[in-house]
């Protein structure tokens, strides 16, 4: 490789469709979430500077966890989070980056994208604390029900192209149209899943704030606190660009700048989707969101992915 | 340069994100219920960063309302030791001043600051909303 | 099946109100910069007209916080001293004062880093003859 095209290779890693724009897209959704969600109810909300300030102040903060915790795994479950999440977005081509596409990648990305989640588990169990023990069994209780709904209803896009490929997906979306159209029962699925992925309401069980403090990042503090919050805000965007690239790919040529934009806008309006979401639905019960995504939601979806195999 | 701009962007930061703890220790519940109507829309914290978290290891400042009663003082103290330095405490209301009109009962030890140092006081039985913001806006002009 | 439509409906029951409420003026008051006015009646700071106290005590002997102090030398020559941090604002002094000189006007008190600021003299006579 010379010289040329490893700086060019680290200016896509570092820089642009890298880590440093995942992390501005990342600051920016997250304020947009909690000024929408403001303005949903009636507030004016923080200002734009606002994750910003909150992600400074947590890395500066002093790191205390309880006696009896094992350090080690304590620090190394958010980096591991952190690093999958950064890693899902290496597969995924955001915005212009054409990524290294494989046949299987849709299901590298699925599980690099619900080990977050596992790690959201281990946390609560090693930091020890009741709540946050509590916590993390809520998560991985709530786990077995959007990761299944999540996987069915993406899937709807795999099968429609009949590939398991990123790539495949979206040049069979550019040829017909995209999929959206024909699949907005399993797009809306699919979103459904999401929001259990990121734990926000209506699915946001495992940190309810009036039943068990913060879930399993009861203890966490300074730094650790401030990953675990960078990954969730991460996790969002990656799993929003996921979406659009599974059901919104082929509006746009993926190498232009109108096409930037017009991803930018997509990755606002489906934010706006998740906060209109979050500001109207209170919490469900464990067994509300069981009874919900296995009795109503992962049957639909499997008709739904029958009535797209049959056509 | 970097020694003078880290510390500036550390004030800036701690300025602009407090999260506060809120713990009654021994109150009438008079002043929760005016801390809570700061999170309404009328008030709304949330436009100086200001969230309410409920796991000591996450907040800044912590809110105390009422008088410290024996019970609940190595409570008080434990949740302060848990919290992560920097951090604050803010007197809210006139009992958790002094003891307010709860002073000389045999079950209580007086103020807030009989048990930590106490930065800001806020007086007032239940005190405004707008005391309490005045009184955050003061204890984060003080930061550093 | 009406059953169900009702519930289908139930999800949907927000959306236009929160619609609405985003293209509408937000409730709060920006309060640092724009003060809020308070409504006549509450009971706040305590004020007193000092040509009207007669250094009689009633209202100390009836503070259930002990928010008041006389410090008295002679008849004419006293101080009366008001602990804000202690006061719970109950106007109980307003309605034992039999010369209208206390009363309870609905400024609210203010935040301080130290409580001797809170120590306030309301009534100082000792200097005159």
Known sequence: ?311 | MNKAIIPKVLRWARQKSPWLLHFNTGGCNGCDIEILSLLTPRYDVERFGILKESSPRHADILICTGPVTQQVKPRLQRIYDQMPEPKWVLAVGSCSCSGGIFSGAYNILGGIDKVLPVDMYIAGCPCRPEAIIDGIVKLLGQVK | MNNILLKIRSFFYLLPNIVEVLFSKPETIDYPAVSNKLSASYRGSIRIISENCVGCGLCVRDCPAQALALEKESKHSFRLIHYRDHCASCGQCEMSCKFNSIYLDNSYKEASADRKDFFKVLVDNTNKK
């Open chain 1, 1 to 311: 490789m010379d010289n040329m095209n490893l700086l060019g290779l680290l200016f896509r890693i570092f820089i642009f469709p890298g880590f440093f724009f995942l992390l501005i897209a990342a600051l920016f959704l997250h304020w947009l979430d909690r000024k929408l969600i403001a303005r949903f109810q009636g507030r004016i909300g923080p200002p734009w500077y606002q994750p910003l300030a909150d992600l400074v102040k947590l890395f500066a903060k002093e790191d205390i966890l309880p006696s009896g915790t094992n350090l080690f795994f304590a620090a190394l479950l958010p980096l591991i989070s952190f690093a999958s999440v950064l890693t899902a977005s290496f597969y995924l081509p955001i915005a212009i980056q054409s990524a290294p596409s494989f046949q299987g990648d849709f299901i590298v990305l699925m599980f690099l994208l619900s080990l977050p989640s596992l790690m959201y588990f281990l946390a609560g169990w090693v930091t020890q604390g009741v709540y946050s023990v509590i916590g993390g069994n809520r998560s991985l209780l709530q786990y077995f029900s959007y990761e299944v709904l999540f996987l069915l209803a993406m899937s709807g896009t795999a099968i429609a192209s009949g590939s398991w490929s990123l790539a495949d997906i979206r040049l069979a979306q550019i040829k017909e149209s995209p999929y959206i159209f024909p699949q907005i029962v399993g797009f809306l699925f699919s979103l459904a899943g999401l929001i259990g992925k990121l734990k926000r309401e209506p699915y946001d069980i495992p940190k309810a704030k009036s039943e068990v403090i913060a879930g399993a990042l009861t203890e966490f503090s300074g730094k650790k606190l401030a990953l675990w919050y960078l990954t969730i805000q991460l996790q969002t965007v990656v799993g929003l660009s996921f979406l659009i690239h599974c059901f919104f790919s082929g509006f746009w040529q993926m190498s232009t700048f109108s096409g930037f934009i017009v991803f930018l806008l997509l990755l606002v309006i489906l934010q706006g989707m998740l906060s209109a979401i979050s500001a109207i639905y209170a919490r469900l019960r464990i067994d509300q969101l069981v009874y919900l995504n296995w009795y109503i939601f992962i049957p639909l979806t499997l008709l739904h992915n029958v009535y797209i195999l049959l056509k």
